[in-house]
């Protein structure tokens, strides 16, 4: 039980910042040594620091715990979350491509979209922006920082074409950013 509690964020439930750095580095361990795949999306809510400012802090540690309700509910029992830090958000997704990091960034940001948060006399409605990247062992060897820097850049790639969007860009080609263009039916 302290095992898990010192892995956990007390807020939101979710893995912590510190816990994300060892399973990355497993999970890329062992993407190397079984040539597999793997994803990683960085999500960070929009305009978050708008809600603290007009409803206070503890308002806005509700609207964190229920997107973080929303994220675990959305992804598989094999897939990774954790708090990253303030309102961001990591998730490893092992076995999975770019075009399917991608169907699922784009699943958490509608139903982020979608959300309304009842406090009170007020709803609350956020978005989030989120960068994905993709990990294969044909892109050669790659350190587990660039492959943050990669999902973080395609992140801030989403924030500064305004924000509520998904940002790629796969590890074999840093260069190559670009706008998601799944569409969920």
């Keep these: 039980k302290l095992r ?9 439930g979710l893995y912590n910042h510190r816990y994300f750095q060892e399973f990355l580095d497993r999970e ?6 079984y040539e597999r795949t793997f994803s990683l999306i960085m999500l960070d809510l929009d ?14 540690d509700i609207v964190l715990v229920e997107i973080s309700k929303l994220i675990s ?19 490893v997704l092992p076995e999975t491509d770019l075009e399917g990091a991608a169907v699922l960034a784009e699943r958490i940001r509608i139903g982020v979209e979608q959300l309304e948060i009842c406090v ?5 409605n956020t978005t989030i922006s989120a960068g994905a990247t993709c990990y294969k062992f044909s892109y050669g060897k790659k350190e587990k920082s660039e492959i943050i820097l990669l999902a973080d850049n ?10 509520n969007k998904i940002s ?10 670009q706008k998601s263009e799944i569409q969920l039916s």
């Design 168 to 177: 790629l860009v796969s590890a074999d080609d840093p260069t190559r950013l």
């Design 73 to 91: 509910d959305t992804i598989r029992s094999s897939d990774f979350a954790a708090r990253y830090g303030g309102e961001e958000f990591a998730l």
């Design 47 to 60: 305009h978050f620091k708008k809600i603290n400012d007009k409803f206070g802090h503890p308002i806005g």
């Design 154 to 163: 395609a992140l801030y790639y989403s924030k500064k074409a305004g924000r």
């Design 28 to 33: 890329l361990s062992r993407a190397r040594r």
């Design 120 to 124: 009170g006399d007020s709803n609350i």
């Design 4 to 12: 898990e509690m010192a892995f956990r964020d007390g807020l939101t």
